[in-house]
């Protein structure tokens, strides 16, 4: 009986896990140029609530989440990592399944969206290996 109890809670242990490590696809419109009607826009967001850590697309390069709370997940220079400008964030409502990535707009505090839609969870795919 005591291998079964073990099992059982071995089994919730990775279930609790599996649930703060997930995939995001999410879909909506990106606004590529100011005065340019917004197109089409589909991206995959790997997330890891854990590790405090997140990647988009072919994910060569985990960085930091910078927020998480019960309602949102932010992540700040959400363009740095694949070579895209900073002063731009993103933003997850986790509630909603809304994504909103936005750059501010100066000092005026406020800001312009860069791509906006809904996101649905999918299984995990895992983070980019360390090298040492």
């Given at each position: 009986m005591t291998w079964v109890a073990t099992a059982a809670i071995l089994s919730a242990a990775g279930s609790a896990l599996a649930a703060n490590q997930y995939d995001l696809t999410?879909?909506?419109t990106e606004q590529k140029e100011t005065g340019k009607p917004?197109?089409?826009w589909?991206?995959?967001?790997?997330i890891d609530l854990d590790a405090k850590r997140w990647c988009r697309g072919d994910?060569?390069?985990?960085?930091?989440?910078?927020a998480v709370t019960p309602d949102e997940?932010?992540?700040?220079?959400s363009r740095a990592t694949s070579g895209?400008?900073?002063g731009t964030a993103l933003s997850f409502s986790r509630a909603s399944g809304d994504v909103r990535e936005y750059m501010d707009a100066g000092w005026s505090g406020s800001s312009f969206d860069?791509?906006?839609g809904k996101c649905t969870r999918d299984l995990f795919s895992g983070m980019p290996g360390v090298k040492f």
């Open positions: 999410c879909k909506g917004a197109t089409p589909a991206e995959t967001f790997r994910c060569r390069t985990a960085a930091r989440i910078d997940i932010v992540i700040s220079n895209g400008p900073n860069i791509a906006k």
